[in-house]
């Protein structure tokens, strides 16, 4: 996700977790230390998960097993007023949207905005 966005995107990118502010700082240093760079854009916590149940994509494999609230892999794009664009939401944690999908979603997203 941090090569994903372009000079020419005027795109906002967060990612949100429901771990806490600090374990999402921890998270963060962690994956700077691959290498790849600095995580870019900001990881919003959701402790309570009340954005993970607003767009519904809670893992319910960890109800009851002292971490609920997982959300499931999931991408949402959204316009400057919130509304769903685009959106990929997998079922398995193993599976995660790829980069090459959501470009193609932005660049999609893109196009049909200068044809308007």
């Known amino acids: 996700m ?39 854009f900001p990881l919003l916590s959701d402790p309570g998960h009340k954005t993970i149940d607003a ?11 002292g971490v609920e609230g997982i959300p499931k892999p999931s991408i949402f794009i959204l316009d400057e007023n919130r509304k769903v664009l685009w959106a990929k939401i997998e079922s398995n944690y193993r599976e995660r949207p790829t980069i090459e999908e959501i470009r193609k979603a932005l660049d999609n997203l893109k196009s049909e905005e200068v044809e308007k």
């Open 55 to 65: 767009y519904g994509i809670m893992d319910e494999q960890y109800i009851g097993k």
């Open 2 to 40: 941090r090569n994903l966005l372009t000079e020419d995107d005027d795109i906002t990118m967060l990612a949100i977790s429901v771990d806490d502010a600090e374990k999402g700082k921890m998270l963060r240093q962690k994956i700077a230390k691959d290498g790849k760079g600095a995580v870019t």
